[in-house]
T-cell receptor, first 110, second 114 residues
Framework: EDQVTQSPEALRLQEGESSSLNCSYT??????LFWYRQDPGKGPEFLFT???AGEEKEKERLKATLTKKESFLHITAPKPEDSATYLC???????????FGAGTRLAVHP | DSGVTQTPKHLITATGQRVTLRCSPR?????VYWYQQSLDQGLQFLIQ???????AKGNILERFSAQQFPDLHSELNLSSLELGDSALYFC?????????????FGPGTRLLVL
């Protein structure tokens, strides 16, 4: 059964303290690994798509990387406005139905 | 703003009732997806439509149904509502429903069943 697992569940950082979020997946024939940011009560906001092992993408303080078994979302020098839940997802079952991890709740304190 | 719109933003109703949630995809997108997000289950795929036709089904209850209309907007109908149906319901859209396409999510409808 296809599965996406994220760790840690929650992460508290001081402003400027860099860290990484993990997304491990067991998906047959991976066709993309998606990262989203979700603020409380809002819809998921698209961040990145990674398609093959070794691929990296960057946006401001965020960098996403992909290996054959997992993806990392690296946050460099985070600011309080980076506080959110970060979700990763992968298409499952030969269709574009995304299966999501439970998310990592990130809190960045000044 | 993703370009996907959903109405209403909030819905409060009673057990046993029926409600309809509405979604308009991004301009040009032909595929619409529905997801449910509850505290204990996370984001769960419900159903996908492409150009009016059902394409994929997930863990959607028989009490729930959806359709996509010729103008590409979609509606999710929830009937015989139970307390456990209280959740956030999201609609997403993508250009052609292909497996590698990015899905863009709407702001959601928060449903509370009392």
């Amino acid at each position: 059964e296809d599965q996406v697992t994220q760790s840690p569940e929650a992460l508290r950082l001081q402003e400027g303290e860099s860290s990484s979020l993990n997304c491990s997946y067991t998906v047959s024939g991976l066709r993309g690994l998606f990262w989203y940011r979700q603020d409380p009560g809002k819809g998921p906001e698209f961040l990145f798509t990674l398609y093959s092992a070794g691929e990296e993408k960057e946006k401001e303080r965020l960098k996403a990387t992909l290996t054959k078994k997992e993806s990392f979302l690296h946050i460099t020098a985070p600011k309080p406005e980076d506080s959110a839940t970060y979700l990763c997802a992968a298409p499952s079952g030969g269709y574009n139905k995304l299966i999501f991890g439970a998310g990592t709740r990130l809190a960045v304190h000044p | 703003d993703s370009g996907v719109t959903q109405t209403p933003k909030h819905l409060i109703t009673a057990t046993g009732q029926r409600v309809t949630l509405r979604c308009s995809p991004r301009s040009g997108d032909l595929s619409v997806y529905w997801y449910q997000q509850s505290l204990d289950q996370g984001l769960q795929f419900l159903i996908q439509y492409y150009n009016g036709e059902e394409r994929a089904k997930g863990n959607i209850l028989e009490r729930f149904s959806a359709q996509q209309f010729p103008d590409l907007h979609s509606e999710l109908n929830l009937s015989s509502l139970e307390l456990g149906d209280s959740a956030l319901y999201f609609c997403a859209s993508s250009p052609n429903g292909g497996v590698q396409e990015t899905q863009y999510f709407g702001p959601g409808t928060r449903l509370l069943v009392l």
